[in-house]
Structure formats: C-alpha cells, structure tokens
Nanobody, 123 residues
C-alpha cells in the first residue's frame, strides 16, 4: 500500500488549497478513504471521509461547509479541497485507507495504510 499526498503549502486566511492523495498497491475503488490532520501539540483529528463509491461523505464540524472531499476511482486518487481557510486549519494533512478509527489517535505512527502527510500553513 502506498499513499502519497501532495498539494499542501501556504495560504492566507480565506484562501484555498487542493490536496491530492495518489493511491497504489490495493483495490482503491473498494475502500473508503479518510483525511485526517494533526496540528502541533494537538491530537489527530478526522477531517473527512468518503465511501468507496464517492457518494457518501463525512466532515468534521470544524470544516463542514468549507472543505470538499472527492475521489476519482479511475485515477486512484482522493482529493480534499480546502476553502475559506482559517489559521486553525494549519496542520499536517494525511490521507489513510479505510474509515476513521479512534485507535488512530494513539497508534497513528503504527498505522501502515497512511501517507506521509502534507503541510498546510495558513497565516
């Protein structure tokens, strides 16, 4: 399993970024995908999930109405569009295979089916 995030960077408050996560090594179109983030000194936070077909999505209250998760099963890629960015969105953003689990909070470093993350800085 390989997940590679890209698209992070710096943005001003109110700005936008689009993150991508390219997947390989597994049957991407059969798996739900999740974006999580971790800000310095804070717990891992689920940002958004999308089901295997792309029709079912979940968002954290903190990003609802501002972020959009989509996927392209032909390209084995999941996206996270970040709009109306706030300084509190600053974090490392990771994509992961599967539905979010609370166990990720304490075992994130051990979770095999995740990317290495991409930094988003809003200032």
């Amino acid at each position: 399993v390989q997940l590679v995030e890209s698209g992070g960077g710096s943005a001003q408050p109110g700005g936008s970024l689009t993150l991508s996560c390219a997947a390989s090594g597994f049957a991407f179109r059969t798996k739900a995908m999740t974006w999580v983030r971790q800000a310095p000194g804070k717990d891992l936070e689920r940002v958004s999930e999308i089901d295997s077909g792309g029709s079912g999505t979940v968002y954290a209250d903190s990003v609802k109405g501002r972020f959009l998760i989509t996927r392209d099963n032909d390209k084995n890629t999941v996206y996270l569009q970040l709009n109306d960015l706030k300084t509190e969105d600053t974090a490392i953003y990771y994509c992961a295979m599967g539905r979010y689990s609370d166990s990720w909070r304490t075992r994130w470093d051990l979770y095999k089916f995740r990317g290495q993350g991409t930094q988003v800085t809003v200032s």
